[in-house]
């Protein structure tokens, strides 16, 4: 039995326990639409493609979990471009799957055609990767979800060409391809270099991201132990309570706080 594109993608996706996607059906997308009434998977369509982004953006935000965007080739993918650059600024997990013509197609006056979207996506995305045959489709999402739990999280954009997307395989496993990237190493050597810096600093000062927003107890810990302040920034604010004598509680864009 074949088994669609379409039908693989969300395979991978429930997989890494995703649970809505957000997005604008479009004549590109249409064939991985129909596959997603059988999934456990629920749509949120929004009125343009940067409140989708948004949408993921804040779902992310609020979860901790990937938030997973649709769009179709050029104008969805440079309508979500603003909310990807924000995610980008601000290290927040988001997944974009965006459709573009057959590289080989162009330049052909086709519908939505980019002059080079490939180019367009590395500028707004943290990792940006073409699926040029359909078993790829396993390893690039389980890459992306290995970037977001392991690296610095950001938008990850995966664009689909639109003969990948009609293309029918036969089922079977996927053999896993590394991708480019960054996963967490034996750190255990910087880790002691760092502490053997840290007892012999005379006025150490702990500055904390939104990366920091599970390690709330382990950080006061530390700053406790070396009578050091504690600045966050502003995705960081509210991981520690505001009334610890050692959090700084001022933006460190402020003069006085740098």
Do not use: W
Request: aromatic content about 6%; hydrophobic content about 40%.
């Amino acid at each position: 039995m074949l088994k669609s594109f379409a039908e693989h993608l969300f395979e991978a996706m429930e997989k890494h326990g995703v649970e809505y996607i957000f997005g604008i059906p479009g004549v590109h997308t249409a064939e991985i639409y129909r596959a997603l009434a059988d999934t456990s998977i629920r749509h949120i369509t929004p009125r343009h493609e940067q409140g989708a982004g948004f949408m993921a953006d804040g779902y992310a935000r609020v979860t901790g979990r990937p938030g997973v965007c649709l769009v179709i080739t050029g104008p969805g993918l440079a309508n979500i471009s603003t909310a990807m650059l924000q995610a980008q600024a601000d290290s927040i997990p988001m997944l974009v799957f965006a459709t573009c013509n057959n590289p080989s197609n162009f330049p052909l006056g086709r519908l939505h055609e980019m002059r080079d979207q490939s180019a367009f996506g590395e500028q707004i995305a943290l990792v940006s990767r073409r699926i040029d045959h359909p078993e790829q489709i396993s390893s690039v999402i389980d890459d992306a979800f290995a970037l977001f739990e392991h690296g610095r999280p950001g938008p990850v954009l995966l664009q689909i060409p639109l003969d990948v997307i009609h293309s029918k395989e036969i089922p079977r496993q996927f053999a896993h391809t590394a991708g480019n990237v960054d996963r967490i190493t034996d750190t255990a050597p910087d880790l002691r270099a760092v502490a053997k810096d840290l007892n012999q600093s005379q006025s150490p000062v702990i500055v904390i991201g939104g990366g920091a927003k599970h390690a709330a107890s382990e950080i006061l810990d530390l700053a406790e132990r070396l009578d050091a302040p504690i600045v966050t920034t502003i995705n960081a604010s509210s991981c520690l309570p505001a009334e610890h004598l050692l959090v700084v509680r001022a933006s460190p864009s402020l003069g006085p706080i740098r």
